[in-house]
């Protein structure tokens, strides 16, 4: 692959906050990289200065081979984009609010026709093209949203929280969107603050809390950063006291702690020794409510770098 935008040493802040602090990242051609974080970690101030909607404070950014500050409107034809907000005109149409932003990328005549006509396809709402804006539900806004992204064919698509507060309906239709525009060729930049989208999406993530990237890297990669062990939890509704000294001596386990009324073990392959946990429980007759693997994941990785949750 080869290097499509190099962010280097970026720095913004709004008064005394730093909103980005010192990042340097590099996004390959063809990739769907992901910025995962909670709200207020600076994923949002990264794409506007990407966009060049935002001046930098410091730092470079170069898109395509071209400077940031050099080039800004070169730098714009290479991306859609799709932001938090919405930004349709609800006394609009679908199919008005598209030719409006068709016009605005510089299509008209029969090519911003077909192009219009390929969002409404794109959105799965060519039969709602002519009703307004207004009465749409939030998840079909944001599916108009990334059509007009679109629109003039970009290389590169920023979508920026694009499935906040829609439905699952919509949700789904937005991932695999993504899914597609990638498979044909596509560099997409992902943020958003749910795990498991960042998951099914992204060829490589970088983790942002407060200003800052603390880790980059494929699933895999980052994964191997809290280590590559399964956590068995096991709720108990009572205990004989000799349940830690027991399982500790099971093959393949690493870790036994005992809470009041759960016991947590870390093991490298949990399916290879539940038998063995489980037997050892029923001989000491601990009654077992509930069993729970919890297999190396990007919130664990997250927890693991930032003491705390995701949505904390």
């Known amino acids: 692959m080869m290097t499509f935008i190099d962010i280097k040493n970026l720095c913004k802040s709004y008064g005394n906050k730093k909103a980005v602090d010192n990042v340097s990242l590099v996004i390959e051609e063809g990739e769907v990289f992901g910025l995962l ?54 006394t609009l149409t679908a199919k008005e609010n598209l030719l409006f932003w068709g016009r605005m990328y510089g299509l008209s005549g029969r090519l911003l026709k077909e192009r219009v006509e390929e969002g409404l396809q794109l959105a799965g709402l060519s ?7 207004e009465s749409f539900s939030g998840g079909m806004k944001r599916r108009i949203n990334v059509a007009a992204a679109l629109l003039h064919h970009p290389k ?14 919509s949700r789904n239709h937005i991932l695999e969107t993504v899914r597609r525009l ?5 560099t997409v930049i992902y943020t958003s603050h749910y795990m498991e989208e960042v998951e099914f999406l992204c060829t490589r993530i970088a983790i942002m809390d407060q200003g800052r990237v603390i880790a980059v890297g494929n699933k895999e990669e980052l994964q191997k950063l809290v280590g590559e062990t399964d956590t068995i939890h096991i709720g108990v509704s009572s205990m004989s006291g000799k349940e830690k000294d027991f399982i500790e001596k099971i093959e393949g386990v690493d870790s036994v702690v005992v809470g009041e009324d759960k016991i947590t073990i870390s093991v490298k392959d949990a399916d290879s020794i539940l038998a063995s946990v489980i037997s050892q429980f029923d001989a000491l007759k601990c009654r077992i409510q509930s069993i729970n693997i919890e297999e190396p994941n990007l919130e664990r990785v997250f927890l693991h770098l930032t003491g705390r949750a995701l949505r904390d």
């Open 182 to 186: 990638n498979r044909e060729g596509m």
């Open 156 to 169: 590169a698509i920023i979508m920026d929280e694009p499935t906040v507060g829609i439905d699952p309906q």
């Open 37 to 90: 974080g909670p709200n207020g970690a600076g994923k949002s101030t990264l794409i506007s200065m990407l966009s060049t909607l935002l001046k930098p404070d410091a730092g470079e950014i170069t898109v395509g081979g071209y400077g940031i500050t050099e080039k800004p409107s070169e730098i714009k034809k290479f991306f859609g984009l799709v932001p938090q907000d919405i930004a349709l005109y609800p």
């Open 127 to 133: 039969d709602r093209a002519k009703d307004k804006i």
